[in-house]
């Protein structure tokens, strides 16, 4: 087998792991969260996504359907949607400005704190796990890896756009 046919079949293997071990990090960060809030009910239908427009909020003031749609790369009718089963859910609250009763931002409730607190943690361990493993590497090394993952990255974009 030539290196190229190895290098993508080893990259299958890595796309195909990280699959399996991303579903398995979803069903133990919800576990965790319904586990750290057992009298709330609408934690057992939470989507990753949900999550993460969760943690947008929880990170910055005065967010509404278009900043968040627009720093986490879905459209602002998905965000609508997501935003409107999460207010359901008790884990975001809607508000305006009083000079701008137009414009409607978002800020999550006590419970959306605590949901977007668990998340983060799990993240952070994530960071931390990744960093402590890339330690083991030069910083030519890194820049190379660096600039793989943004190549190949923009290749996998090409391969769903183009016919």
Avoid: C
């Amino acid at each position: 087998m030539d290196q190229k046919t190895k290098i993508w079949n080893q990259w299958l293997t890595l796309l195909h792991k990280q699959e399996d071990r991303s579903k398995r990090r979803e069903s133990l960060l919800l576990a965790k969260i319904r586990s750290s809030i057992p009298d709330y009910q609408h934690l057992d239908s939470l989507s990753i996504t949900e999550l993460h427009v969760i943690s947008e909020i929880g990170s910055n003031a005065r967010v509404n359907v278009t900043t968040i749609a627009q720093k986490i790369g879905v459209t602002k009718s998905a965000i609508s949607k997501i935003t409107v089963k999460l207010l359901k859910k008790g884990l975001l609250e809607r508000y305006q400005l009083e000079d701008n009763q137009k414009e409607v931002f978002f800020r999550l409730t006590k419970v959306g704190e605590l949901v977007n607190s668990i998340h983060d943690s799990f993240h952070a361990k994530l960071e931390n796990d990744m960093i402590r493993f890339l330690d083991r590497y030069s910083k030519e090394e890194l820049a190379f890896v660096s600039r793989f993952i943004g190549e190949a990255t923009e290749q996998l974009q090409k391969n769903w756009t183009e016919d």
